[in-house]
Nanobody
């Protein structure tokens, strides 16, 4: 089982940027499809972005209109979520998760992911 940990959350003003990172101690995340998800108070957890094993494919939630980008940092061995032009509706706890069943695919369905980090709070407010 992977022990995932998110970092980089915080408070940012509307229009600002944040970069979240997902890391796993003792494992190389390159071997796993990784997804970023978020959950706002009173709402269901939703997929934000995912990246396939070895980084060949990425998929971004369409409603984000390209404001976010997911990538792998080979040097840091992390999967990062770059979030730009942040809006108050982006406020949520953000989670990263790894899938052991997707093979080389990438989907945003919560049910496909097995190992989850504890989450990091992102608050967009003036």
């Amino acid at each position: 089982q992977l022990q995932l940990a998110e970092s980089g959350g915080g408070l940012v003003q509307p229009g600002g940027s944040l970069r979240l990172s997902c890391a796993a101690s003792g494992h190389n995340l390159r071997e796993y499809p990784i997804g970023w998800f978020r959950q706002a108070p009173g709402k269901k957890r939703e997929g934000v972005a995912c990246i396939s094993a070895y980084g060949g494919d990425t998929y971004l939630r369409s409603s984000l209109n390209g404001r976010f980008r997911i990538s792998r940092d080979a040097a840091k061995k992390t999967v990062d979520l770059q979030m730009n032009e942040l809006e108050p509706d982006d406020t949520a706890v953000y989670y990263c998760a790894a899938s052991t069943s997707l093979g080389n695919a990438c989907v945003l369905g919560v049910e496909w992911y097995d190992d989850w980090g504890p989450g990091t709070q992102v608050t967009v407010s003036s």
